[in-house]
């Protein structure tokens, strides 16, 4: 038993030690900045001022309200679309082309996000791209573009996870719903869902965590600047500018790490809110 666990220990220490420096040691060292200003300690004053100031508070809260919206958008696309490319794929319908539908709906996914910035600034160009529609610099369309496009890159991570969720449903259970005569229709909906439900709510808690953290694709398009009259402007884009300043204004470590600081409590309590309420009687549920 105590070499068993030597060697659990010998074989988890690298990805405990890279988790260790690269994840905890970044956010305790990020919350521990957040309570300073320069090198003088003003507790929660950082805070206070994200939260009062009439600017600060404003940017805040129209960032989190644009975070919303690129979850609910993405939510509502990407889960649907990636649930009917499994279901389709675990068919039958396309057995012969199963491996090559895979890779092609997941090639994107192995895209860098400036190759897919850039191409996707091709695409939709109204110059030279096939709208003739200045969609990125328009408020009302430009998040739920660059949304789009998010999900259409990162459209195959949740399609291969469906996809082994339902192949992991026993055969019986569904040869026994044939034989009671119930339609594919009926036993897709009343028979597979209820038995990866669990995983559709894992799918749909990740893609909060995602578009919360959600930077990299604006920043490909827009360079950090929050778009036309901010409506591109996430939390992830006001870290940025806070942290490490935007033009003429300079940064502010203590208040970009105060906001960091915001965003990681916001993922934690939705994510902790999720599992402790529809997660819990999910399981509840298939006991």
């Known amino acids: 038993m105590v070499r068993r666990r030597r060697q659990l220990l010998l074989f988890t220490s690298p990805a405990l030690a890279f988790f260790l420096l ?43 309200l644009h975070n919303c919206q690129f979850f609910l958008i993405a939510a509502s696309i990407q889960l649907p679309t990636a649930l009917f490319m499994a279901a389709l794929l675990t068919s039958g319908r396309v057995r012969r082309m199963t491996s090559f539908y895979r890779t092609l709906l997941f090639i994107p996914t192995t895209l860098s996000v400036v190759i897919v910035g850039f191409i996707w600034r091709l695409i939709i160009s109204p110059l030279w791209g096939i709208v003739d529609y200045p969609l990125l610099g328009e408020p009302a369309t430009a998040l739920p573009t660059i949304t789009l496009m998010s999900v259409w890159q990162y459209l195959g991570i949740p399609m291969v996870f469906l996809y082994s969720a339902l192949l992991s449903i026993p055969s019986n259970v569904i040869e026994a719903a044939q034989v009671d005569g119930a339609s594919d229709l ?79 409590f916001i993922i934690l309590l939705g994510t902790a809110a999720y599992f402790a309420t529809v997660q819990r009687r999910l399981k509840v549920s298939q006991l």
């Open 22 to 64: 690269f994840a905890v040691f970044p956010l305790i060292s990020t919350i521990y900045i957040s309570f300073y200003k320069e090198d003088k300690f003003v507790g929660l004053d950082n805070f206070v001022f994200l939260f009062t100031n009439d600017e600060a508070s404003e940017r805040l809260l129209y960032a989190f």
């Open 186 to 264: 009926r036993i897709f909906f009343r028979i597979k869902i209820p038995l990866i439900a669990p995983q559709i709510g894992i799918i749909t808690i990740l893609t909060f965590i995602w578009t919360f953290n959600g930077f990299d694709i604006i920043y490909a398009l827009n360079g950090g600047m929050p778009g036309p009259d901010y409506a591109t402007d996430v939390l992830g884009t006001l870290f940025y500018r806070t942290f490490f300043g935007w033009g003429a204004d300079l940064g502010n470590q203590n208040l970009g790490a105060a906001t960091a600081t915001v965003i990681f």
